[in-house]
């Protein structure tokens, strides 16, 4: 037992060396100014933009708290900081703070090695000064008048932490900031409630920040989760509070009344609009779903157990209104899907059905029931079934082109006669049966990097034997256009209509969000910029998802808007024959939850289906539960514009989390039974310093559309 718990120590203080590199590397991509990180890293390490800013609102965080505690709080104050590791903050601060620090005494307190260590680098880089040898303590790694490095397990607080401080004359009385980031979480949930009740036993103007993961049973937390537990570092206490709420609650009993809260989306978001604009123009950024759902799955949370009305004060209002409010409305049904074995494979074979992707394109191939039909997958990145069948690599990459037989599960990659595609991600597919008298499918837009997106038309054709999946084959050809041709783009949506017009509507580049509408007339080969006749595209935005309603008639739903904030609207948009468009903003009841990077359906004439995408609470942090976390489908009646149920799925499937975003789906209703028939490819996406997680798919479920009022 006692091999295993130093195990997990070791684990736990090696997360300190990985996270001080990726701190480094924020810092000198220009996120974070920190003259100090790079003192204590052996070797500079580049981390993804992803991870940058991951650990730039971390440190965004940190910082605001600490600056807002040392301006706010006049005369003598103190800070200790749990589990301190090599961060920082007692340098910078000292250099921002430096006539403060008169009355400041900054204790750091972790493991003695770790803070053997850093004391070391410190001292060689000359960044300690003026030790006070004078106190006699094991523990006591380095003290001076302002600076106390402490070696002590925080596992036996208590007692003898308690006398060590003492003895270092730490004031139990004058206001005393306490920090954690990222430290109780490895704690059990009793060991860290422990901390927090000494914390408030002992000092009477106890101020606590602490930064740390929610959410561990959705899809998210579950790979979050596993992460951790992969390094040989769980995170042992978060089962035990799994929410804001449950944070709050355990602190309100443990003595701390002035409590509050937010997950780092809502902190981000009321940053200054100039400071987002400035952190999105750092480096080129395609990662939206890893950085919003990382931001909704930590949080800062700050109490106090003062009765000192300026300390009440200023904790209740250390953190801006949370975006999001209450929701007052009927809130819709809620059922859960059937999910199916449909296919009864053997292992064997099942392993065939291992189809792992995102951010591809998909197109029917053949238009009977859904059972017969066959999946044109073009593009994306992940690992297909393909490459494990013929033994190749299974390294990610960037992909071409794949054949799924929706009836087995089955994939196989699909060989070029001629020329090989070009692999792009967030492109737009459309089956057209009018080229040259057959049956095509027309690919516009996407990227190959976030610096190299593409306008360019290409027609798929494709060679596929009728009753088995033998090596199919494709051929494709560029083809040109007339007229003024939309900007290169990607993560928009290009619909067909009547009389073969495609509808391409918003997307991105890599430097903008776009608010427009063209129309590809493919008989003729011309583009048209499509002008509202009535109304107005209301916004910026990509990632959006569009399906059709009538032959002219096209509905919008969600996405992210030109600041990358999610939406939560429905457009309508109708089309005439002279490439003008009405648009209607449909007032949904009660109003969606915003969501992005998902799919849509209409089905039964008049059934809006929202499917997956990465979705935002319409509660206030404080009140998200996991069942908000959970996909779902949104039910919508666009005859009565109602929001009429919700389809939550589980966490996961075949023991595997479920993340469905950046996916492809096939909805199939059968009027019947009063039921839907949904199939998901692919989804997935970056998941912070997680890793890259992709759902094992094709996923099928069943539920009604029927229901009672």
Same mark, same amino acid.
């Given at each position: 037992?006692?091999?295993?718990?130093?195990?997990n120590?070791l684990?736990?203080?090696?997360?300190?060396?990985?996270?001080?590199?990726?701190?480094?590397?924020?810092?000198?991509?220009?996120?974070?100014?920190?003259?100090?990180?790079?003192?204590f890293?052996?070797?500079?390490?580049?981390?993804?933009p992803?991870i940058?800013?991951?650990?730039?609102?971390?440190?965004?965080?940190?910082?605001?708290?600490?600056?807002?505690f040392?301006?706010?709080v006049?005369?003598?104050?103190?800070?200790?900081?749990l589990?301190?590791?090599?961060?920082t903050t007692?340098?910078?601060?000292?250099e921002?703070?430096?006539?403060d620090?008169?009355e400041?005494?900054?204790?750091?307190?972790d493991?003695?090695? @770790?803070?053997?260590?850093?004391v070391?680098?410190?001292?060689?880089?000359?960044l300690?000064?003026?030790?006070?040898?004078?106190l006699?303590?094991?523990?006591?790694?380095?003290?001076?008048?302002?600076?106390?490095?402490?070696?002590f397990?925080?596992?036996?607080?208590?007692v003898?932490?308690?006398?060590?401080?003492?003895?270092c004359?730490?004031?139990f009385?004058?206001?005393?900031?306490f920090?954690s980031?990222?430290?109780?979480?490895?704690?059990?949930?009793?060991?860290?409630?422990?901390?927090?009740s000494?914390?408030?036993?002992?000092?009477?103007n106890?101020?606590?920040?602490?930064?740390e993961?929610?959410?561990?049973d959705d899809g998210?937390?579950?790979v979050?989760?596993?992460?951790?537990?992969t390094?040989?570092?769980p995170?042992?206490s978060?089962?035990?509070?799994?929410?804001?709420?449950?944070?709050?609650?355990r602190h309100?009993?443990?003595g701390?009344?002035?409590?509050t809260?937010t997950?780092?989306?809502?902190?981000?978001?009321?940053?200054?609009?100039?400071?987002r604009?400035?952190?999105?123009?750092l480096?080129?950024?395609?990662?939206?779903e890893?950085?919003h759902?990382?931001?909704?799955?930590?949080?800062?949370?700050?109490?106090?157990n003062?009765?000192?009305a300026?300390?009440?004060?200023?904790c209740?209002?250390?953190?801006a209104?949370?975006?999001?409010?209450?929701?007052?409305c009927?809130k819709p049904?809620?059922?859960k899907?059937?999910?199916?074995?449909?296919?009864?494979?053997s292992?064997?074979?099942?392993?065939?059905?291992?189809?792992?992707?995102?951010?591809?394109?998909y197109?029917?191939?053949?238009?009977?029931?859904l059972?017969?039909?066959?999946?044109?997958?073009?593009?994306?990145?992940?690992?297909?079934?393909?490459?494990f069948?013929?033994?190749?690599?299974q390294?990610?990459?960037?992909?071409d @082109?794949?054949?799924?037989?929706?009836?087995?599960g089955?994939?196989v990659?699909c060989?070029?006669?001629?020329s090989?595609l070009?692999?792009l991600l967030?492109?737009?597919?459309?089956?057209y049966?009018g080229?040259?008298?057959?049956?095509?499918?027309?690919?516009?837009?996407?990227?190959?990097?976030?610096?190299?997106?593409?306008?360019?038309?290409q027609?798929?054709t494709l060679?596929?034997?009728?009753?088995?999946m033998t090596?199919?084959?494709?051929?494709?050809q560029?083809?040109?256009?007339?007229?003024?041709?939309p900007?290169?783009?990607?993560r928009h949506?290009?619909t067909?209509?009547s009389?073969g017009?495609?509808?391409?509507?918003?997307?991105?580049?890599?430097?903008?969000?776009?608010?427009?509408?063209?129309?590809?007339?493919?008989?003729k080969?011309?583009?048209?910029?499509?002008?509202p006749?009535?109304?107005?595209?209301?916004v910026?935005r990509?990632?959006?998802s569009?399906?059709?309603?009538?032959?002219?008639?096209?509905?919008?739903?969600?996405?992210?808007?030109g600041?990358?904030?999610?939406?939560?609207?429905?457009?309508?948009?109708e089309?005439?024959?002279?490439?003008?468009?009405?648009v209607?903003?449909?007032?949904?009841v009660?109003p969606l939850?915003?969501?992005?990077?998902h799919t849509?359906?209409?089905?039964?004439?008049?059934?809006?289906?929202l499917?997956?995408?990465v979705?935002?609470?319409? @509660?206030?942090?404080?009140q998200?539960?996991?069942?908000?976390?959970?996909?779902n489908?949104?039910?919508?009646?666009l005859?009565?514009?109602t929001?009429?149920?919700?389809v939550v799925?589980?966490?996961?499937?075949?023991?595997r989390?479920i993340?469905?975003h950046?996916?492809?789906?096939?909805?199939h209703?059968c009027?019947?039974?009063g039921?839907c028939?949904?199939t998901?490819i692919g989804?997935?996406?970056?998941c912070?310093?997680?890793?890259?997680?992709?759902?094992?798919?094709?996923?099928?479920c069943?539920?009604?559309?029927?229901?009672?009022?």
């Open positions: 037992m006692m091999d295993s718990v130093s195990s120590c684990q736990v203080q090696g997360t300190n060396d990985s996270s001080i590199v990726s701190k480094l590397s924020m810092v000198n991509h220009g996120y974070h100014k920190d003259a100090y990180y790079k003192f890293v052996k070797k500079a390490s580049r981390r993804s992803l940058n800013r991951g650990y730039y609102i971390r440190a965004k965080t940190a910082s605001y708290i600490i600056s807002q040392f301006s706010g006049r005369g003598k104050k103190q800070v200790i900081s589990g301190a590791g090599f961060d007692y340098f910078w601060s000292r921002k703070f430096y006539d620090f008169r400041v005494i900054f204790v750091e307190i493991y003695p090695e @770790v803070m053997k260590r850093k070391n680098l410190a001292k060689s880089n000359d300690l000064k003026q030790e006070n040898t004078s006699n303590s094991p523990h006591v790694i380095y003290s001076s008048q302002d600076y106390l490095a402490l070696g397990d925080l596992r036996d607080v208590g003898n932490l308690s006398k060590l401080l003492s003895s004359d730490v004031d009385d004058c206001p005393t900031l920090v980031e990222v430290v109780l979480t490895y704690l059990t949930g009793s060991q860290s409630s422990r901390i927090l000494w914390v408030n036993h002992s000092f009477k106890a101020f606590v920040f602490i930064y993961q929610m959410l561990p998210f937390g579950r979050m989760c596993r992460h951790f537990e390094l040989g570092s995170l042992s978060i089962n035990d509070f799994p929410t804001l709420c449950d944070h709050e609650a309100r009993r443990l701390f009344q002035t409590c809260s997950d780092m989306h809502t902190f981000y978001m009321n940053l200054p609009p100039k400071e604009e400035r952190i999105e123009q480096e080129l950024f395609d990662e939206y890893g950085w759902q990382k931001c909704l799955h930590y949080f800062a949370l700050c109490s106090t003062s009765t000192s300026l300390l009440k004060d200023f209740s209002k250390i953190f209104n949370d975006l999001r409010k209450q929701n007052t009927e049904l809620e059922i899907p059937t999910l199916t074995d449909t296919w009864n494979n292992a064997e074979e099942k392993e065939k059905q291992n189809l792992q992707l995102f951010g591809h394109s197109a029917i191939v053949k238009d009977n029931t059972l017969k039909q066959k999946a044109l997958i073009v593009g994306g990145f992940g690992i297909p079934a393909a490459t069948n013929l033994g190749r690599n390294s990610h990459q960037r992909l @082109v794949i054949i799924l037989d929706v009836k087995t089955q994939s990659e060989l070029p006669l001629k090989r070009t692999p967030f492109s737009s597919l459309s089956r049966s080229y040259n008298g057959g049956e095509c499918y027309v690919m516009f837009g996407g990227r190959t990097s976030p610096k190299c997106p593409s306008n360019d038309v027609v798929i060679s596929v034997e009728k009753d088995e090596q199919p084959h494709y051929d494709c560029l083809i040109s256009t007339t007229g003024e041709s900007f290169p783009r990607w949506s290009a067909l209509i009389d017009r495609l509808i391409v509507f918003g997307g991105r580049s890599k430097d903008t969000v776009f608010n427009d509408c063209w129309m590809l007339n493919l008989p080969k011309s583009w048209e910029s499509v002008k006749v009535s109304g107005k595209f209301v910026s990509h990632s959006h569009t399906a059709q309603w009538k032959s002219n008639v096209l509905v919008t739903s969600g996405g992210l808007d600041d990358h904030a999610p939406l939560h609207d429905v457009l309508m948009m089309f005439d024959q002279n490439s003008g468009c009405n209607e903003r449909l007032n949904i009660p939850e915003a969501r992005y990077s849509s359906h209409i089905i039964d004439d008049d059934i809006l289906l499917v997956g995408g979705k935002f609470p319409k @509660v206030a942090s404080q998200i539960m996991t069942s908000h976390m959970l996909d489908v949104a039910v919508v009646n005859k009565t514009f929001w009429v149920k919700t799925f589980p966490s996961t499937y075949c023991n989390p993340r469905i950046c996916h492809v789906s096939e909805a209703y009027r019947d039974t039921n028939r949904l998901i989804g997935g996406s970056n912070f310093s997680f890793g890259t997680h992709f759902n094992r798919t094709p996923i099928v069943e539920f009604p559309i029927l229901y009672e009022t």
